[in-house]
């Protein structure tokens, strides 16, 4: 009776880390671009784009992605309601510049982003807390 050799494992391949630092790079930088073109769609009120609507959007792309990269770096560390506080003032925050862009009053604008504020903290919040170990 002729019996296979027992198979031995295939050498264990080390797994590279640059797809996660990628998509860590990535996505704040997809969502910057997306972001300041968006403030400076808004900013223009439908009129021809100038160098300022540009320079508003390359300066606000710039700073959304630097502060998401930085909440998706430093976030994770804090405690499930701070990580869940922090997503959400950078979501109310943003969404109260772009809403504050389109002419709306100080305290529309403020309303409005406190509402996403507290909509996005709830939502966050509840997957911490469901997802934790």
Request: aromatic residues 12%.
């Amino acid at each position: 009776m002729a019996h296979a050799a027992p198979a031995t494992p295939a050498p264990a391949t080390k797994r590279s880390a640059i797809p996660a630092v990628t998509a860590k790079l990535a996505v704040p930088a997809l969502a910057g671009v997306v972001y300041g073109l968006w403030t400076s769609g808004i900013d223009r009120h439908a009129g021809p784009i100038t160098g300022w609507n540009v320079l508003l959007g390359v300066v606000s792309a710039l700073v959304f992605a630097g502060v998401m990269y930085g909440v998706h770096t430093f976030a994770p560390r804090l405690p499930r309601e701070l990580h869940a506080f922090a997503w959400a003032a950078f979501a109310g925050i943003s969404f109260g510049f772009l809403y504050s862009l389109s002419d709306a009053s100080v305290l529309k604008s403020a309303g409005l982003s406190l509402v996403v504020t507290a909509g996005v903290f709830a939502v966050v919040f509840y997957r911490f807390y469901t997802t934790e170990d």
